[in-house]
């Protein structure tokens, strides 16, 4: 019989590690944990890899920052900027460009990888919040979420503004305008962070230091905190797949899931490597140094602090004087009042829902959107807000390439972004119903096969099939809507919570949310008007006249 055990030199050590940390057990508890096979799961994932690569990348790339406002005139090998008189930080970010062998290369990764990381993080959250995910007991990682996205926000803010040219510097000027325009403490917050007047010398090594220390390290807590959370609370499951509330299906986390995971991140990596390799981003050689008195048209900031720029572009010039100082509305309200709409609007999102509807049960299963029709208009309303303002911070370039009054684009925006959200809650929620309308049909009478028969009495039908057993499990894991919260107890008194301005608000609010509901009703198999199955017969299977 061959010896199965391993050498002296592989388990000495195991055992060694295993004595102390008890590694073994937990491995044995672990390794078999399913995960669930859905391709939306990956979208949080793309997220986790970008992060990595990021780590990566900016560590070759912190060996030759120099984040220092000192000027030298500059000596490199870009000849269109010999001699030009510029900060050590633009200057070290020109030499890894040019002079450090595979500089360019890591910057661009670096910067792709940025830009995917918030990409994937955006759809991995809305992919949450429209199939519920969210819900109880999920609702610490979707703060954790909120906390995630925000972070990625201040740290793309500080790693863009890090090279100190001519576009950079522009979004550093409006940070520091919205700092200054904050009432009573905006212009020591201002003072402090920069150093003293803009720009100071302060800046660009404070931003460093935050850029690769104090927000990476809490980024990294954030995700190992989500990560532990979903491992102890089991991963949700899209509806249809074979899954319950009490039973996971998928995979094993050993070997299937990890050697999945393992290829798709060299996959990602391979992506972004492709894209640093041949898509050019943020050539700072082109911008120039940072002069405080100069600013380009079409100056745009990466896609996800656009929600800023447009909010700023649409503000008019309001100014007001109160007790004898200025307060900047046309900078203060753009800075302030459109992420705290969206953010605190997310945040409080998870217990605004349960409040109105009264659904305090665990949830393992996710929702399909067009279930949730309130839901689902709601995020598409937020999206359809997003969007407009991301679309306003680039005025100037529509108002260029198709040739319209800039001040044309402006005000449609300004009315758009009123309109254009309430028109999209309108919309996607008639969707949602007509999307259900055609599940509770199918469920009915089949799916039409697209094939017409003709009886010999000479009527025509259409036939109608059976659908599958994983699209019935699909349509019927719709769950009813909860009956409407009582006005009253069993003797005719006031229910709690009922009572007063608050709860007459949360009664409408319930009734209205579970107004548009169309009850699924059949097996999904097709009927004749006389109930009689209607069997598909093979013969039969092409058009007859």
Same mark, same amino acid.
């Given at each position: 019989?061959?010896?199965?055990?391993?050498?002296?030199?592989?388990?000495?050590?195991?055992?060694?590690?295993?004595?102390?940390?008890?590694?073994?057990?937990f491995l044995k508890r672990n390794v078999k944990k399913v995960f669930p096979d859905h391709w939306s799961f990956l979208l949080g994932e793309i997220a986790l890899y970008s992060f990595i690569i990021l780590l990566l990348t900016g560590t070759f790339l912190?060996?030759?920052?120099?984040?220092?406002?000192?000027?030298?005139?500059?000596?490199?090998?870009?000849?269109?900027?010999?001699?030009?008189?510029?900060?050590?930080?633009?200057?070290?970010?020109?030499?890894?460009?040019?002079?450090?062998?595979?500089?360019?290369?890591?910057?661009?990764?670096?910067?792709?990888?940025?830009?995917?990381?918030?990409?994937?993080?955006?759809?991995?959250?809305?992919?949450?919040?429209?199939? @519920?995910?969210?819900?109880?007991?999920?609702? *610490?990682?979707?703060?954790? /979420?909120?906390?995630?996205?925000?972070?990625?926000?201040?740290?793309?803010?500080?790693?863009?503004?890090?090279?100190?040219?001519?576009?950079?510097?522009?979004?550093?000027?409006?940070?520091?305008?919205?700092?200054?325009?904050?009432?009573?403490?905006?212009?020591?917050?201002?003072?402090?962070?920069?150093?003293?007047?803009?720009?100071?010398?302060?800046?660009?090594?404070?931003?460093?230091?935050? #850029?690769?220390?104090?927000? $990476?390290?809490?980024?990294?807590?954030?995700?190992?905190?989500?990560?532990?959370?979903?491992?102890?609370?089991?991963?949700?499951?899209?509806? /249809?797949?074979?899954?319950?509330?009490?039973?996971?299906?998928?995979?094993? *986390?050993?070997?299937?899931?990890? @050697?999945?995971?393992?290829?798709?991140f060299l996959f990602t990596f391979a992506v972004l490597a492709l894209m640093g390799t041949f898509a050019q981003i943020n050539p700072v050689w082109l911008f120039g140094p940072y002069d405080p008195s100069a600013i380009s048209a079409a100056s745009q900031?990466?896609?996800?602090?656009?929600?800023?720029?447009?909010?700023?572009?649409?503000? $008019?010039?309001?100014?007001?004087?109160?007790?004898?100082?200025?307060?900047?509305?046309?900078?203060?309200?753009?800075?302030?009042?459109?992420?705290?709409?969206?953010?605190?609007?997310?945040?409080?999102?998870?217990?605004?829902?349960?409040?109105?509807?009264?659904? #305090?049960?665990?949830?393992?299963?996710?929702?399909?959107?067009?279930?949730?029709?309130?839901?689902?208009?709601?995020?598409?309303?937020?999206?359809?807000?997003?969007? +407009?303002?991301?679309?306003?911070?680039?005025?100037?370039?529509?108002?260029?390439?198709?040739?319209?009054?800039?001040?044309?684009?402006?005000? *449609?925006?300004?009315?758009?972004?009123?309109?254009?959200?309430?028109?999209? *809650?309108?919309?996607t929620k008639r969707i949602c119903l007509g999307l259900q309308r055609s599940d509770a049909a199918t469920m009915a009478h089949g799916y039409e096969a697209g094939i017409i028969t003709m009886s010999p009495e000479g009527k025509f039908e259409e036939v109608?099939?059976? $659908?599958?057993?994983?699209?019935?499990?699909?349509?019927?894991?719709?769950?009813?809507?909860?009956?409407?919260?009582?006005?009253?107890?069993?003797?005719?008194?006031?229910?709690?919570?009922?009572?007063?301005?608050? /709860?007459? +608000?949360?009664?409408?609010?319930?009734?209205?949310?579970?107004?548009?509901?169309?009850?699924?009703?059949?097996?999904?198999? $097709?009927?004749?008007?006389?109930?009689?199955?209607?069997?598909?017969?093979?013969?039969?299977?092409?058009?007859?006249?």
């Amino acid at each position: 019989m061959a010896d199965t055990s391993l050498p002296k030199a592989v388990s000495g050590p195991l055992n060694h590690i295993d004595d102390r940390l008890g590694s073994s057990n937990f491995l044995k508890r672990n390794v078999k944990k399913v995960f669930p096979d859905h391709w939306s799961f990956l979208l949080g994932e793309i997220a986790l890899y970008s992060f990595i690569i990021l780590l990566l990348t900016g560590t070759f790339l912190t060996l030759w920052f120099k984040p220092s406002m000192l000027e030298v005139h500059y000596d490199g090998s870009y000849e269109p900027l010999k001699t030009v008189l510029m900060s050590e930080a633009y200057a070290s970010t020109l030499h890894i460009s040019f002079d450090v062998r595979g500089g360019l290369l890591m910057r661009q990764i670096h910067h792709w990888a940025a830009l995917l990381f918030m990409a994937s993080l955006m759809a991995h959250m809305l992919r949450v919040f429209f199939t @519920g995910a969210y819900r109880k007991p999920r609702e *610490f990682n979707w703060f954790i /979420g909120l906390g995630l996205f925000t972070l990625g926000m201040l740290e793309g803010l500080f790693g863009y503004s890090l090279p100190d040219d001519l576009l950079s510097g522009t979004g550093l000027r409006i940070t520091q305008g919205v700092l200054e325009a904050i009432p009573l403490v905006g212009t020591y917050g201002y003072m402090f962070l920069f150093g003293g007047e803009f720009p100071g010398e302060d800046i660009i090594p404070r931003m460093f230091t935050l #850029h690769i220390l104090l927000v $990476p390290g809490i980024i990294l807590a954030l995700i190992t905190a989500h990560m532990m959370i979903m491992w102890h609370q089991k991963h949700t499951q899209m509806p /249809g797949t074979g899954g319950t509330e009490q039973k996971v299906t998928g995979y094993p *986390f050993y070997p299937v899931f990890l @050697g999945k995971s393992g290829a798709y991140f060299l996959f990602t990596f391979a992506v972004l490597a492709l894209m640093g390799t041949f898509a050019q981003i943020n050539p700072v050689w082109l911008f120039g140094p940072y002069d405080p008195s100069a600013i380009s048209a079409a100056s745009q900031p990466d896609f996800y602090m656009g929600l800023l720029e447009g909010s700023l572009r649409l503000m $008019p010039p309001w100014e007001i004087v109160l007790f004898g100082h200025t307060l900047s509305l046309s900078v203060l309200i753009p800075a302030l009042v459109p992420l705290g709409l969206v953010f605190t609007g997310a945040a409080i999102w998870p217990w605004l829902e349960r409040w109105i509807t009264g659904d #305090h049960r665990y949830h393992h299963v996710n929702d399909r959107p067009r279930n949730a029709p309130t839901r689902t208009s709601a995020g598409m309303a937020m999206i359809t807000f997003y969007g +407009l303002l991301w679309l306003a911070g680039a005025n100037d370039v529509i108002s260029e390439r198709f040739h319209v009054s800039l001040y044309a684009t402006t005000w *449609f925006f300004r009315f758009a972004i009123f309109i254009g959200p309430v028109l999209a *809650f309108i919309i996607t929620k008639r969707i949602c119903l007509g999307l259900q309308r055609s599940d509770a049909a199918t469920m009915a009478h089949g799916y039409e096969a697209g094939i017409i028969t003709m009886s010999p009495e000479g009527k025509f039908e259409e036939v109608h099939r059976v $659908p599958s057993a994983a699209e019935i499990a699909k349509i019927t894991s719709k769950e009813e809507p909860r009956p409407p919260l009582p006005a009253v107890d069993a003797n005719g008194v006031p229910a709690k919570g009922s009572k007063g301005p608050i /709860g007459h +608000l949360r009664t409408r609010l319930n009734m209205w949310w579970n107004s548009d509901s169309i009850p699924i009703e059949g097996d999904g198999h $097709p009927h004749e008007h006389h109930e009689k199955e209607l069997v598909e017969d093979e013969s039969r299977k092409e058009l007859t006249r």
